[in-house]
């Protein structure tokens, strides 16, 4: 069954440096997204991409967020200078955009990022 | 305001009780959709069920059923039989049919089920 991935599992990183997220979303997918979740609390949405640009994003996600599609596979999630309060699970989702199943988002294990 | 109310942080159960979890939304949107999803302790997000804000017939699935109620602005979950496998946070979340779909969360419900 297809699913969405994501790498690293755990990123550690210090304060104040960059850090990419990688996402593969599922390959007939067109519509793709970001989401946080601070430890123990409720998921947050932070951006939502289609048609190679970004949809809508929420107010976490400042000038310090960017996110990409590269090629045809890939989804990317870029903190230019990272905090310790962006320590985080990040997930990345997909959706098909049509179809019957067109809202159902399917969620990738996550990222979890350590900032020290 | 869009929101979704998961009033229950934590419920315990010992297997085999029947469980329910209680999610209540609020939108201005005709249209929306709502989802549960299961986070079980490895930590990643489990799709359960999607429901249209039009179709308000129950289902069931095995031992989960939910029950849509929009007079109420309900959406319960309801876990039959519960198991171990079952331990798990439960997420509610409310999405509408706007062009970017982006899901709005519950805080969710942990479950656990004692043997």
């Known amino acids: 069954e297809p699913e969405v991935t994501q790498t690293p599992s755990h990123q550690v990183t210090q304060m104040g440096q960059e850090v990419i997220l990688r996402c593969v979303p599922i390959?007939?997918?067109?519509?793709f997204y970001w989401y946080r979740q601070i430890l123990g609390q409720k998921v947050e949405f932070l951006v939502s991409?289609?048609?190679?640009?970004?949809?809508?994003k929420s107010e976490i996600f400042d000038d310090q967020f960017s996110v990409e599609r590269p090629d045809g596979s890939n989804f990317t999630l870029k903190i230019r200078s990272t905090k310790l309060e962006d320590s985080a699970m990040y997930f990345c989702a997909s959706s098909p955009g049509q179809g019957s199943g067109a809202y159902e988002q399917y969620f990738g294990p996550g990222t979890r990022l350590t900032v020290t | 305001a869009q929101k979704v109310t998961q009033a229950q942080t934590e419920i315990s159960v010992v297997e085999k009780e029947d469980v329910t979890l209680d999610c209540v939304y609020e939108?201005?949107?005709?249209?929306?959709?709502l989802f549960w999803y299961k986070q079980p302790p490895s930590g990643e997000l489990v799709f359960l069920i999607r429901?249209?804000?039009?179709?308000?017939q129950n289902e069931i699935s095995g031992r989960y059923s939910w029950n849509f109620q929009k007079s109420t602005s309900s959406f319960n979950f309801t876990i039959t039989a519960s198991q171990v496998v079952d331990s798990a946070v439960y997420f509610c979340?409310?999405?509408?049919?706007?062009?970017?779909?982006?899901?709005?969360f519950g805080t969710g419900t942990r479950l656990q089920v004692f043997p």
């Open positions: 991409f289609y048609n190679n640009e970004i949809s809508e």
């Open positions: 390959s007939n997918h067109l519509y």
């Open positions: 979340a409310l999405g509408t049919s706007y062009n970017t779909d982006k899901l709005i």
């Open positions: 939108t201005r949107d005709t249209t929306y959709y």
């Open positions: 429901r249209n804000s039009f179709d308000e």
